[in-house]
């Protein structure tokens, strides 16, 4: 399916940028301005400074003058209308509505708007439409869609900035289509093996014998039961790499004390 997100006559240059940003993080390219404020919206320094790299994003954006221009190809339309209506098409939370849509479960239209029954396959092309700033979406254009999407916000305050409506959607639509898979930003563990345990416990052995905690003679079972300790921890090669430079410091602090010039 084929995704657009279409703004309709966006008053703030910073929006427009913000917008680029929003879908190219979800994996969007296909943005339509409809009568915007500003003609050179696109190559204004605000804009490119809100896109904050999603430049390629503007530069495959397109400014028509209707939007039926900017509707060519789609033919399954989700408006973002926060002030509920009267009449018109039915209206649901994103997440509800995606899941609906791809499940092939949407019923019909009322009889009343029957150009806007949904067909019984899935959608070809599928368009997001967002009103100006100051006013939101015009009845009309409500109207014309099949489906008033209205994101679940506190109920005494339910303002939202374009653009951050633009990532709300966006993200619920790619997480519909499948989402992108989280990469760790950090090294997989690794944990310690039999060997290097028993080497950080030697060291350890060492240490505390030397710091007078454990008595060689009689040693009882102390190595034994943190031999079991660890065991249970599975540490880490680094915690290994950690304990062994505790059991160095010991011996170097016992050193120190029992050396002549302390004395």
């Known amino acids: 399916m ?3 997100f279409i703004l309709i006559q966006p008053s703030h240059a910073g929006n427009v940028g913000a ?3 929003a879908m190219k993080v979800m994996g969007f390219d296909d943005l339509v301005l409809v009568n915007p404020r500003w003609p050179n919206v696109l190559r204004r320094l605000e804009t490119i400074q809100r896109a904050s790299g999603a430049l ?22 989700c408006a ?4 509920p209506r009267d009449f018109g098409p039915p209206t649901r ?8 849509l791809l499940k092939q479960e949407l019923p019909a239209q009322a009889e009343s708007a029957p150009e806007a029954d949904l067909p019984s396959s899935l959608p070809e092309g599928v368009a997001f439409l967002f009103g100006c700033e100051r006013f939101g979406m015009a ?22 900035n374009l653009a951050a409506a633009v990532q709300l959607i966006a993200y619920e639509w790619r997480m519909a289509l499948g989402g992108f898979a989280v990469e760790s930003s950090t090294p997989p563990p690794v944990r310690a093996d039999a060997r290097q345990v028993a080497g950080m416990l030697a060291h350890w052995e060492q240490a505390l014998t030397e710091l007078g905690f454990l008595d060689p003679a009689a040693p009882k079972k102390l190595m034994p039961r ?15 790499h950690i304990l062994r430079g505790i059991a160095k ?6 050193d120190k004390a029992q050396s002549p010039a302390n004395d």
Do not use: C
Request: charged share 20%.
């Open 139 to 160: 009845n009309e254009d409500v109207y014309r869609s099949h489906v008033a999407l209205s994101i679940p916000t506190n109920p005494k305050f339910g303002s939202l």
């Open 249 to 254: 410091a010991i011996s170097q602090m016992a």
């Open 93 to 100: 939370a994103p997440r509800a509505h995606f899941e609906m």
């Open 2 to 4: 084929q995704t657009r």
């Open 56 to 77: 390629d994003v503007l530069n495959n954006a397109r400014i028509v003058a209707t939007l039926d221009e900017a509707l060519d190809g789609m033919d399954h339309l």
């Open 19 to 21: 917008t680029a940003r």
């Open 80 to 83: 973002t209308a926060m002030t």
């Open 226 to 240: 943190l031999n079991q300790l660890f065991n249970r921890a599975q540490p880490l090669q680094e915690e290994i």
